[in-house]
């Protein structure tokens, strides 16, 4: 045994010794390949330009040249020499219309050249419309020009040439998105980000387009997970935040709006509507100087941005008026109990007895025994919240409902106003119309809650 130990020995390095030299001989035949390349290429570079100086339209050499620069992807090279060959390839059968077209086309694509490529790219698709690169690149060209409704059915029957074509995913998902079209544009939404999970804007778009699919819970997931980052971050943040709050979740809104305009170089445009939605978000919360405190910086941003200055009109004298704010903004058992407030405040020196309270979404109404020392009526309240226009059709409704009670007279509430037609409707009926600024008075009277 100990005998056959120096031989086993001297055959392993033998195999070392056998595979470094194959390797090094193979570096060494590689770079020379690559050197006898090189000069190949510049052979034919220094070749083809000395001609081309004496005959610009040396076909021969162009061909010889645009398709070196194309190969070492040498694009702002290359074009130029395709862009002349397009011009006169008509004149010359000898050369390939279709390959002169088609690398015009991806040239300019690579330059952001975006009109000149459908030169090139709309002739190729005239002489191979089944082309795979053909119809890839002419949609890639459509999408890159924003025009999504000719770059989907051209991505499309890309994909259709060869099924297997990944690169194809990510475009035709994002023209789909970008058309409306969110549903289907989810399967190439995630087929792209199998391929690039690093695709941040691939996984916005997938984001958005379950959002607009319904699919809100999904959504928040990947706006959660993208809302620190600096490119995507900002207009994450404020679709999280309009999700939270359209399900009254003003706390997680308040977060979420507030991570966004933390964060640096966010556009104008977001940086705003970030802070009006924030002040959205307070006021739901009843943290009423807050809200005005954003809507505020907005007017030093952009004055007179949307309804902003009728907002911080209104939400000034929501905060200076404690009973006013739980009129509109509290709810329903504190607005209930204010309601019964102000119907006691409204016969400060007569009895009244609460003989019924029905509250509906548009409105809450109390019935109630009113006496004095002199006359007793039965009496229908209502009170409408809204800071609108209440109309003629309301307050028929209004009227009806006291004559089916009973009642001897009807007075209406509205933290807004009654229109023209509704005042003249109530002429000659037993009805009262309280408009805001008598309610106002009305409320500074009654204690606050």
């Known amino acids: 045994m100990d005998s056959l130990f120096p031989i086993v020995v001297a055959g392993c390095c033998i195999s070392v010794f056998l595979a470094l030299l194959v390797f090094l001989t193979g570096r060494r035949t590689s770079g020379k390949k690559k050197q006898d390349d090189r000069k190949a290429g510049l052979r034919i570079v220094r070749e083809a330009t000395k001609k081309l100086k004496q005959d610009p339209h040396n076909t021969a050499s162009l061909v010889k040249l645009s398709d070196y620069y194309f190969r070492n992807h040498d694009w702002g090279k290359a074009y130029p020499l395709y862009d002349t060959l397009l011009g006169i390839v008509k004149l010359h059968p000898e050369v390939n219309e279709f390959t002169v077209s088609l690398r015009q086309g991806i040239c300019a694509i690579k330059l952001n050249k975006i009109q000149e490529a459908f030169r090139g790219l709309s002739a190729a698709y005239q002489l191979r419309p089944e082309d795979y690169e053909v119809c890839f690149n002419l949609g890639m060209a459509c999408y890159l020009n924003n025009d999504f409704s000719k770059a989907i059915p051209c991505l499309h029957k890309a994909l259709t040439i060869d099924p297997e074509a990944s690169e194809v995913y990510g475009p035709l998902g994002s023209a789909l998105y970008k058309s409306g079209k969110f549903k289907e544009s989810l399967k190439f939404l995630r087929r ?36 620190p980052d600096p490119e995507f971050g900002p207009q994450s943040c404020l679709i999280a935040g309009k999700i939270h709050l359209n399900n009254k979740m003003g706390d997680k809104a308040v977060q979420d709006f507030e991570i966004g305009i933390k964060l640096s170089g966010v556009p104008l445009e977001t940086a705003v509507e970030l802070r009006y939605q924030l002040a959205g978000a307070y006021f739901l919360l009843n943290n009423i100087g807050k809200g005005l405190e954003y809507l505020r910086q907005i007017q030093t941003m952009v004055p007179n941005y949307k309804d902003v200055p009728t907002l911080i009109a209104r939400y000034v004298e929501l905060n200076q008026n404690a009973n006013l704010q739980t009129y509109l903004a509290s709810g329903t058992s504190d607005f209930v109990a204010l309601c019964r407030k102000i119907v006691i405040t409204y016969y400060p020196t007569s009895f009244v007895k609460v003989l019924d309270i029905s509250v509906t979404p548009e409105n809450s109404e109390i019935l109630c025994n009113v006496e004095s020392s002199k006359w007793e009526d039965t009496e229908l309240f209502r009170f409408y919240r809204t800071t609108g226009v209440t109309g003629e059709l309301f307050i028929r409704d209004f009227h009806s409902k006291v004559r089916d009670t009973k009642a001897d007279r009807g007075i209406c509430f509205t933290a807004g106003t009654f229109s023209d037609e509704a005042h003249h409707y109530t002429e000659g009926r037993p009805i009262d119309l309280i408009e805001k600024d008598q309610m106002v008075k009305l409320l500074k009277k009654v204690d606050s809650i």
């Open 192 to 227: 792209s980000l199998d391929e690039h999970p690093e695709d941040k804007a691939t996984l916005f778009n997938l984001a958005d387009a379950m959002y607009e699919s319904g699919m809100g819970d999904k959504a928040m997931k990947v706006f959660m997970h993208l809302r």
